[in-house]
């Protein structure tokens, strides 16, 4: 198993780097760093727009290949990433945001995954019944809607609650209240109540794809020879579902996990931007608007990680439901 792991994480890591040095070159003939000085007033001169330009290493009037190549020597030689345009490094700005952005990844994919599997295989077993209708229908619904939206819903809901009780009972602006007083466990609460909607929100989201696919592959397997032939064994049709059914039917969800994964990224950016969290989402989408070759590269870098340990952890799974894959 071991060996399983280190040869399919080599591989992802191998896609990873290609993705970062491709994002590095895509920003770099795309977005134009010199921009946000040239509509300053008074106008910086030339010799130090490119002066500043070259300090960050992403001077236009550089080959594209030269300024690859100084950046990959800086990170395989200092491990540097470079700075942003706002002077600070790229490093740190990651590790200030990381911890944010994981923590509400890791979160809202856990209960995504698990309420996805367990709507899926329910709708499947109760085809075409009302809840089934019930769980389609909504999970559609979701599909359908932008990722804020469903963000700026679940405020709406979370304001008329407050109104309600006369009291702030969930918080959605930021990570905590500035300025809280108090022990550990009103800081704990304090977070945890932040943490809410926007956990919410990505889990909604990722549990309508999860529930979908699981629904599909379950419902492959329930007329399966497996299950007839575990049925007149004398098991019950619900232990035959759940001890032989539902690990078949995860098989495909565990690769389909890996690949969706990017999209729960994706997702969890806007949601960052909704709720006002300093996240890596945040980090990325700024970049972009604000012309950070450096910063966008970073962040694609921690994105590129991220979907090197989803992918790592699917074909684990999948080795480990699947007797028939040789580790």
């Known amino acids: 198993m071991i060996g399983f792991i280190v040869k399919r994480f080599i591989n992802y890591a191998i896609l990873s780097a290609i993705a970062t040095l491709s994002a590095y070159v895509l920003a770099s003939l795309i977005l134009n760093p010199a921009g946000r000085y040239l509509g300053r007033n008074p106008r910086p001169s030339d ?5 500043i330009l070259n300090g960050l290493g992403v001077n236009p009037n550089t080959p594209v290949v030269a300024r690859l190549w100084t950046w990959l020597v800086n990170l ?5 990433l470079g700075d942003t345009i706002h002077n600070t490094s790229v490093i740190s700005e990651m590790a200030a945001r990381a911890g944010t952005s994981l923590r509400l990844l890791i979160l809202g994919t856990i209960i995504a995954a698990i309420f996805g599997v367990v709507l899926g295989v329910w709708g499947a077993v109760r085809q ?36 309600i009780l006369g009291m702030q009972l969930i918080s959605f602006t930021g990570e905590y209240t500035a300025g809280l007083d108090g022990g550990w466990w009103t800081l704990f609460l304090d977070r945890a109540a932040h943490l809410l909607l926007p ?9 309508a794809g999860y529930s979908r696919y699981q629904r599909s592959a379950m419902l492959d397997v329930l007329s399966a020879d497996y299950i007839r032939t575990a049925r007149s064994k004398g098991r019950t049709r619900g232990s035959a579902l759940v001890r032989h059914g539902v690990r078949v039917a995860l ?10 994964f990017a999209t729960v990224l994706a997702g969890a950016a806007v949601t960052e931007l909704v709720f006002s969290w300093h996240g890596m989402g945040e980090m990325l989408v700024q970049a972009i608007t604000e012309s950070d070759i450096n910063a966008f590269t970073g962040a694609i870098l921690f994105n590129a990680i991220l979907v090197l340990i989803a992918g790592t952890l699917s074909d684990v799974v999948y080795a480990a439901l699947d007797p028939r894959v040789r580790v």
Request: overall charge negative; cysteine-free; glycine content about 6%.
């Open 47 to 51: 010799e130090t727009i490119n002066a």
């Open 76 to 80: 395989v030689t200092h491990g540097s």
């Open 128 to 163: 075409y019944k009302a809840s089934d209708q019930v769980i389609s229908y909504a999970s559609f619904t979701i599909l359908a809607m932008p990722s804020f939206v469903i963000g700026i819903l679940l405020m709406i809901m979370a304001t008329g609650l407050n109104n």
């Open 199 to 207: 956990t919410i929100s990505l889990a909604l989201m990722g549990a």
């Open 251 to 260: 098989i495909p969800m565990s690769t389909y996990f890996a690949y969706s």
